[in-house]
């Protein structure tokens, strides 16, 4: 039995995003994923250099053909309007020593994903640390969710993605989000469970392992002994029993559960409203908005607890799993599984 890493998401204060394609298709990849970032008219740097968004792709695609690995940092526009600094890099499968990839990306400055703080209306005397929280919440969700799709959606070679906290593509259960392409959600559990069980750090090559047919994954998880179990930390276990009836259950019946399941609790039913009021003020008034922090431990335990899980069917057949990447999506599934009647 193997745990997941317990370590407290909060403390890396980053975000990380990662895609897998093919090989032979990564450099193209990185490419489309890079005019999808950039905001227009923007430079991009590349090797030292400050260039033209046209050159940096020629640039890039010269230096994964010499290097196998390239990158570049762009400007990125957020959804919620943020200017963000974004760094992103393709690895090809040859690399010594890689743990993260193929195409992997994060935030120039520590923690820009999460505000560090919030407008808030200024005639709301009372501070709510909930509220505040759920406004953090939204706004790191609403930015995440948009960057990882333009990551994942700018080119239909890549197959699937995710964004967690810290800075290794690990079990898909730990991370904050993920991507399927083909809309076949139950990937996760089973990649979570090759890595969990049949891996170890000194051969840690989940990157390779993402690309594998679900077949194949699924007889990977059936060569473990019966009865075997991966640990989730405060959340308790999953057999190998219980991930191949994941894998057997019609992906419409996953999805519909896991849909299901993505009802947010009372306590975040009870701020929403007020959260998404202040977020609507601050847009429309900036002058009747106040600085309002929101790093303090009980603001991040509120988000760890309480963030709210989307499941959101893409028009290109996708499907992305998210929460904020302080928490992870294992409580999503577990309810989904216990809907499902698969895990009691």
């Known amino acids: ?26 450099i193209d990849a990185l490419v489309a994923a890079v005019r999808a970032l950039a905001t227009p008219p923007t430079s991009c740097h590349v090797m030292g250099r400050d260039v033209s968004a046209p050159d940096a792709l020629n640039m890039l695609r010269a230096e994964f053909l010499v290097n196998g690995y390239a990158s570049a940092f762009v400007d990125v526009r957020s959804t919620s309007g943020r200017s963000l600094e974004f760094g992103i890099s393709v690895w090809n499968d040859v690399m010594p020593g890689r743990v993260r990839g193929p195409i992997d990306g994060s935030f120039w400055r520590i923690g820009a994903l999460f505000p560090q703080q919030i407008r808030a209306a200024r005639k709301h005397r009372v501070r709510q640390l909930g509220v505040e929280a759920a406004i953090a919440c939204h706004i790191a969700m609403i930015d995440m969710e948009d960057i990882l799709l333009r990551i994942c959606t700018s080119d239909a070679a890549i197959t699937t993605g ?3 906290s810290w800075s290794t593509w690990e079990p898909p259960l730990d991370m904050g989000a993920t991507y399927h392409a083909d809309g076949y ?28 047919p679900i077949d194949v994954l699924r007889e990977r998880v059936a060569a473990a002994p019966a009865g075997a179990t991966i640990s989730i930390p405060r959340r308790g276990e999953i057999t190998r029993e219980q991930v191949l009836a994941t894998l057997n259950t019609p992906p419409t019946s996953l999805l519909d559960a896991l849909e299901t399941s993505a009802v ?6 009870s701020v929403e409203p007020a959260a998404r009021h202040h ?66």
């Open 1 to 26: 039995m193997t745990a997941v890493d317990n370590r407290n998401p909060a403390e890396s204060n980053s975000s990380h995003f990662f895609a897998w394609c093919a090989d032979s298709k990564r």
């Open 162 to 164: 995710g964004c967690r």
């Open 185 to 212: 959600v139950a990937r996760d559990l089973a990649l979570s469970w090759i890595l969990l069980h049949d891996k170890t750090q000194s051969d840690f090559n989940l990157d390779l392992d993402l690309g594998l």
């Open 264 to 269: 947010p609790d009372t306590e975040w039913q």
């Open 279 to 344: 977020l609507i003020e601050g847009e429309v008034h900036p002058p009747a908005t106040i600085e309002v922090g929101v790093t303090s431990r009980e603001h991040i335990r509120f988000i760890e607890t309480h963030a709210p899980f989307h499941v959101r069917r893409l028009p290109n057949g996708g499907v992305m799993l998210a929460t904020h990447p302080y928490r992870t999506l294992w409580p999503l599934w577990a309810d989904a599984l216990a809907l499902l009647g698969i895990r009691s």
